[in-house]
């Protein structure tokens, strides 16, 4: 009986973590306690480590158990439109006032961030909500959708765009029919529109930013699991990525930091969809 984790001597965490960071590449030092430490209990119990130590010893043996360790961290739940009143949202506030910039500008070219994009549901709601959103002004268009992921398994999936009949649960049929076709391996993505995205891996605990002059980022899911220290790093790598106007679209439950308070403009609070406003004061 017994709970194995609380057994453990908590000060041994930290160490784990840092090798984990430091041999197995995965920096989990600044997720949420409580999430790590229910995760790694699941570990222990499928290597039969008793404790934080017999588990570093166990990695040592293991190598491969540092991805295992990273899949079972990493929560992928996703979903097409993952949540309906953002996207909405999103065309209605967001797309007309960016598209209208555009053309103002005489710029024909889009780009979007998925900044933790699973098995590529986000980016292709995305890629979808554009398509829907242009029509046959899609053309006029040089869309990037760039998608990224610490998982390199769901990065590869996401890359080979096919679903499940459990994947597509919940689409409206109209959007199945235009942008899947059935085959005999599933729920394939339409061509042009797996064309929009490209996929890469990227670590949001890393402190570069990998992208500039963004229109648009979805943070979506992520901020949940990470201390406020590194929310807060991660939000203003984010927001100076972002070109101005540019959007910053969170989680349902997830707000920007403190940091970015008087640097975004909140457009929906219910959506968690903001706008950057003016002056590119990039920290570092
Ligand atoms: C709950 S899913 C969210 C997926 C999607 N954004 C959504 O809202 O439906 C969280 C994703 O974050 C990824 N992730 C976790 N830590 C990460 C990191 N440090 N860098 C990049 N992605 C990470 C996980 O692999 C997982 O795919």
Known sequence: ??????????????????????????????????????????????????TYLDYMEFLDAHPEEYQKLADDLTIKVSGF????????????????????????????????WSTACARGEEPYSIAILLAEFLGNRLQDFNISVYATDIDRQALEEAQAGIYSLKDIDGLPSAILESYFTRRREGYVMRADIRQMLSFS????????????????????????YLQEQLQERLL?????????????????????????????????????????????????
């Not at 000060?11 to 920096?27: A, C, T, W």
């Not at 640097?263 to 002056?279: E, N, P, Q, S, V």
């Open 1 to 50: 009986m017994g709970n194995t984790v609380a057994q453990n001597d908590a000060v041994v965490l930290d160490p784990l973590l840092e090798k984990v960071h430091r041999d197995g590449g995965y920096d989990f030092r600044e997720y949420k306690r409580g999430t790590v430490t229910r995760r790694l209990e699941r570990r222990l119990h499928a290597t039969g480590a008793k």
């Open 81 to 112: 439109f993952r949540s309906p009143y953002t996207f909405q949202q999103v065309a209605r506030l967001v797309l007309p006032e960016l598209i209208s910039y555009k053309r103002n500008q005489g710029e024909p070219s889009l780009r979007l």
């Open 201 to 224: 891996y990227f670590d949001l605990t890393s402190t570069i930013h990998p992208f500039v002059d963004l229109d648009c980022i979805f943070c979506c899911n992520i901020l949940i």
């Open 236 to 284: 203003d790598m984010l927001y100076n990525s972002l070109a101005t106007p540019g959007y910053l679209i969170l989680g349902e439950v997830e707000t920007p930091t403190n940091s970015l308070r008087g640097k975004l403009d909140c457009l929906d609070t219910k959506a968690r969809i903001y706008r950057k406003i003016g002056g590119d004061d990039e920290d570092d």
